[in-house]
């Protein structure tokens, strides 16, 4: 932090230096000034993030010791708590977690990627702007609406859906057993999908639309369909863009408090049926449940499950930044 | 930092010895004055099961005694327990009565004085059901059948121990789904109770305030659980009773007769319950007699206490607590929890409430 005042010297930026600023631009020194306290600043708020990531991650550590560091028997103390140890407590909900956020973003990338594509190549230059609009306007809706609108409507509505599945193909493990009301971890998902079905729709349409000109017409002198055009130019160059955006639409989904938590009959299994209730529940969701009326120890074990979680999201991180700096140098662009 | 103190503590017996005054000029039951010659502060924690009706208590209480600013922290049973006796709160809440280790705790911040534990809030709770089709008013269950229903013993609504229990009825062929609450709650561990003390051995588990099946429907909170049962045809649940709205209730069978919730039945089984084995004059606990045979009781209730001291160190939070739990326990009070738009519980009878009130008037300061 007291890097903040003094001038940018471990900055790999040195732009003015030092006898440029002497000589020539002592007259305009209320602009080296600026520049300065600009420097100063942006480098403040870099540092910022650092600290801030690194205060979360102590006060996670320091807040779940107790619990990580507990016996078996202190843990059992905890009247909701399962399993032997801390880890036995949370592998289950980390299961739930990425369960749910992963038939999110099965659901909602294919949607995505449409919508976009719609926007960017198909759609008149009216309608498309229209159309952005609204997506960038479902991204604006606060999460707990979504969970209502889940809730309270939607379940409703998967109810049939659900039924016909389970009764048709209800050989298959993953859709057997379906019990109404639909408060499963499918219904969760689906809800999950729209929510973050927003922001892969817009940073993908972005990226669709940087395709290069040339790369189109090319494809398209060579007797290419719109379709095949879209194929051969517009995904290969999307493609890292594409990703990362699922990558941000699965942190959202990971993340996912409010609508999970209405929705979802929880339960701590290892589960792959879909459509049972009490089979899932994922580490949000969970803790703002057990929350309210936990003290001592079990607030440890809650903090413990959010040091998980805060794990996850950053592995699922640094996996887009590897895929997407892996996938650079193919994507087209020159 | 060191005066402030002194200075409040000597306005707060100011205003104590003038309200004592007061109180003894109107030699009435001490429910404050009606102009109020009250002031201060009263902090109290707790119970999340009570906080509605609390809320209702101090609005009812600033009515009477605007000079007196009460809060309520809901941060549940347990942190409210713990901050009265760390001496941080005048007041708690909680849905269990004080541990043997937590007593002798009490005694010490009680200045050597006894833990005043008052059973102030009753609240019944019900067994809804989702059966639209059905042509009788209340299912009527046993304990028993309760138990194998949320136990999954029984699966379907037409079955025979169902239909015995409930002779004209037509049930329905739909499958029963229960459905139970998510989250760590006193609703949850009341019921459990109530199914493990009255169902003879048909529940298998403990009683606890975390649901002991896995595997099945279930929803966070009061309203949660309200949802999923109106979600699906076939689903039973247990609920805060002022809050059933439209879905069915059973009524419990207590002795040989069948009772449906009602706040006098409620009333009636704390009545019909003995105390606890260590009570005392001014430690009120109460042991429901889940498995009662008293005409007209309805077992299933969560009782919340409110937590005293019978001696406080300042005359101002004595006086102060004196005439809120006096408030509360006033017909005023219980009729203000009573309401279903507070709290919908059901008021305590008379002959408790004159227990309640002499153990409130043996709060002293000093």
């Known amino acids: ?174 859709v057997a057993d379906y019990q109404a009301p639909a408060k499963n971890i499918m219904s969760a998902s689906v809800v999950l999908a729209v929510m973050i079905l927003p922001i892969i729709t817009a940073v993908s349409r972005e990226v669709f639309l940087q395709t290069p000109r040339l790369h189109e017409e090319a494809s398209l002198a060579l007797g290419a369909t719109r379709w095949e055009m879209v194929r051969q130019a517009v995904l290969p160059f999307g493609r890292s863009g594409v990703i990362s955006a699922s990558m941000l639409g699965l942190g959202r989904a990971l993340g996912e408090t409010m609508a999970v938590l209405m929705v979802i009959s929880p339960g701590f299994l290892f589960s792959f049926f879909l459509l049972r209730p009490g089979q899932h529940q994922t580490i949000a969701a969970n803790i703002a449940s057990k929350f309210p009326e936990s003290s001592g ?38 | 930092m060191t005066f402030t103190p002194h200075r409040g503590r000597r306005a707060a017996a100011l205003t104590g010895v003038l309200a004592l005054t007061l109180a003894a000029c109107s030699a009435g039951p001490a429910t404050g004055d009606a102009s109020g010659g009250l002031g201060g502060s009263l902090a109290g924690a707790g119970a999340t099961s009570q906080e509605r009706a609390v809320i209702g208590w101090i609005a009812g209480f600033y009515d009477l005694e605007p000079g007196v600013t009460v809060s309520y922290d809901a941060v549940g049973s347990g942190g409210g327990r713990e901050q009265f006796l760390a001496g941080a709160v005048q007041f708690a809440g909680s849905d269990a009565a004080l541990k043997e280790d937590e007593l002798e705790q009490a005694h010490e911040r009680c200045e050597g004085g006894e833990a005043v534990e008052l059973p102030l809030y009753i609240s019944p709770m019900a067994v809804v059901y989702n059966l639209p089709d059905l042509d009788a008013e209340h299912l009527q269950l046993s304990a028993a059948t309760v138990a194998r229903i949320f136990n999954r013993d029984i699966t379907t609504w037409d079955d025979p121990e169902i239909a015995a229990e409930n002779p004209g009825v037509d049930l329905p062929s739909l499958r029963i789904i229960p459905v139970n609450r998510s989250d760590e709650s006193g609703t949850t561990e009341n019921f459990t109770e109530y199914l493990e003390d009255a169902s003879g051995g048909a529940w298998p588990h403990e009683a606890s305030g975390s649901w002991p099946l896995s595997g099945g429907q279930s929803g966070n909170g009061n309203q949660g659980v309200l949802d999923t049962v109106e979600g699906a045809q076939g689903a039973v649940g247990y609920v805060d009773a002022s809050r059933a709205g439209d879905l069915g209730t059973v009524a419990l069978k207590v002795g040989e007769e069948y009772v449906p919730y009602s706040s006098q039945a409620a009333a009636a089984v704390v009545d019909a319950s003995p105390r606890a084995e260590d009570a005392t004059d001014t430690r009120l606990v109460v042991e429901i007699d889940r498995d009662t045979t008293a005409p007209g009781a309805y077992p299933l209730v969560l009782i919340s206490y409110s937590l005293a001291c019978s001696r406080y160190a300042r005359v101002g939070d004595a006086t102060n607590v004196k005439a809120y739990l006096s408030y509360v326990a006033s017909p005023q009070g219980q009729a203000r929890a009573a309401d279903p738009a507070v709290a919908g519980a059901a008021p305590i009878s008379d002959a408790l409430r004159a227990e309640v009130q002499a153990a409130i008037d043996s709060i002293t300061a000093g």
């Not at chain 1, 010791?65 to 949370?90: N, Q, R």
């Not at chain 1, 079990?298 to 805060?310: D, E, P």
């Not at chain 1, 590897?322 to 193919?330: F, K, L, N, P, V």
């Open chain 1, 297 to 334: 120890l079990g607030v440890s074990v809650l903090i413990a499950t959010g040091l998980a979680l805060f794990v996850i999201t950053f592995v699922v991180n640094l996996a887009a930044r590897w895929i997407i700096a892996r996938r650079a140098e193919y994507s087209g662009a020159n």
């Open chain 1, 1 to 174: 932090m007291p890097v903040t005042t003094t001038p940018p010297r471990g900055v790999p930026d040195p732009a003015p230096s030092r006898a440029d600023a002497g000589a020539a631009v002592r007259a305009a020194s209320t602009g080296r000034v600026a520049s300065r306290v600009f420097a100063g600043l942006s480098t403040g708020a870099g540092l910022l993030i650092l600290v801030t990531l690194a205060a979360v991650a102590a006060f996670l550590l320091i807040r779940a010791w107790p619990a990580l560091s507990a016996s078996p028997e202190e843990l059992e103390t905890v009247s909701w708590f399962t399993g032997g140890s801390v880890a036995e407590y949370v592998a289950p909900l980390v299961f739930g977690t990425l369960l749910a956020s992963v038939l999110a973003l099965l659901l909602a990338v294919p949607v995505s990627i449409g919508i976009a594509l719609f926007i960017s190549h198909y759609a008149p230059r009216r309608l498309a702007q229209g159309l952005g609009y609204l997506i960038d306007l479902l991204a604006a809706i606060p999460s707990v609406v979504y969970g209502l609108w889940g809730a309270l409507w939607l379940i409703g509505q998967l109810d049939p859906v659900f039924t016909w599945l389970s009764s048709t193909l209800g050989f298959v493990p993953l």
